[in-house]
């Protein structure tokens, strides 16, 4: 679901944007977001509702509201209230397998994500005070 919101996204960014004063006049990132929403909302029902589908459709709608009104996310947060949204509607779910397995890869990668991400911010802070010695 994330690569047809991706594809959606940068597709219909691309097209506002080889349009002559269009980006100019409109805020063609937040209807990209609008439209890559809404095709993830259809392929969600199309899909057939899984909780895996859940999952992928709530992530997705939180980091692309954070497009429409302009608000970093959060990716620990977000699976958060994934979790918490998908158990809202259907409690039950927190014993199935498919549950499990879903929210545990995706914490896995989210948490993988974010260390190597503050190692890398380390490593260049570092990287800039040996510089500042250096000069």
């Given at each position: 679901m994330a690569v047809v919101a991706g594809l959606i996204f940068f597709?219909?960014?691309a097209f506002f944007t080889l349009i002559?004063?269009?980006a100019d006049r409109a805020?063609?990132?937040?209807?990209?977001a609008?439209?890559?929403?809404?095709?993830?909302?259809?392929?969600l029902v199309l899909s057939g509702n899984q909780v895996a589908t859940q999952r992928s459709?709530?992530?997705?709608?939180?980091?692309?509201?954070?497009?429409?009104f302009d608000r970093p996310t959060?990716?620990?947060?977000?699976?958060?209230?994934?979790a918490m949204l998908v158990l809202l509607f259907a409690p039950e779910s927190v014993v199935h397998p498919s549950?499990?397995?879903?929210?545990?890869?995706?914490?896995?990668?989210?948490?993988?994500?974010?260390?190597?991400?503050?190692?890398n911010a380390v490593a260049r802070?570092?990287?800039?005070?040996?510089r500042r010695e250096r000069d």
């Open positions: 597709v219909i960014r002559p004063g269009l805020p063609i990132k937040k209807r990209a609008f439209a890559a929403l809404m095709v993830t909302g259809f392929y459709f709530i992530m997705i709608a939180v980091v692309l509201l954070g497009a429409l959060l990716t620990m947060r977000t699976l958060t209230v994934a549950f499990q397995m879903s929210f545990a890869a995706t914490l896995a990668l989210v948490a993988g994500c974010t260390i190597k991400l503050r190692a802070r570092a990287r800039r005070t040996m």
